[in-house]
C-alpha cells in the first residue's frame, strides 16, 4: 500500500503552507523595505563622509602650511637656541604638528538581504 495523505493530514498542509506564502510574502516586503532604506542611508552616509573628507584634507594642507613655516623657522635658528629650552619646546610642538594623524574615514557597508528560499519551491507530495 502506497503512503497517503488522509483528508484531515491535506487540509493541515494546505493551511500550513498557505500561513507559509503569507509570511514569506510578509518577509518579502519588510527585507525589501529594508534593502531600500539601506540605499537611501548609504547615500547620505556616504556624502556626509565625502564631506568630512573634504574637510579634513583642508585641515591637512592646513597643518601642512605650518609645519612647513615652523620647521624653516627652527631651521634658521642657532644651534644652540635649538638645542636649548625654548628650541626643544619649539621642536616638540613642531613634532607635534608632523605627526598628527589625520584619517579619512572609510566605512564598510553591509550588502544587502537576499532571501534564497521560496516556499513554492517545496514539494512534498500528498500521494507517492
Known sequence: MA??????QDSK??????KLTTSYDGLKTVVEE???GLKELQSKVEGEISKYNEDLSNLKSFVDEVTTEKREEFDEKSETWQEGENGQAAEEWISTWE???LQEITLQFPDELEIDFDPEDLDLPNEP
Open 3 to 8: 503512503f497517503k495523505l488522509n483528508k484531515d
Open 34 to 36: 529594508y534593502n531600500t
Open 99 to 101: 605627526g598628527a594623524e
Open 13 to 18: 498542509l494546505n493551511m500550513l503552507l498557505e
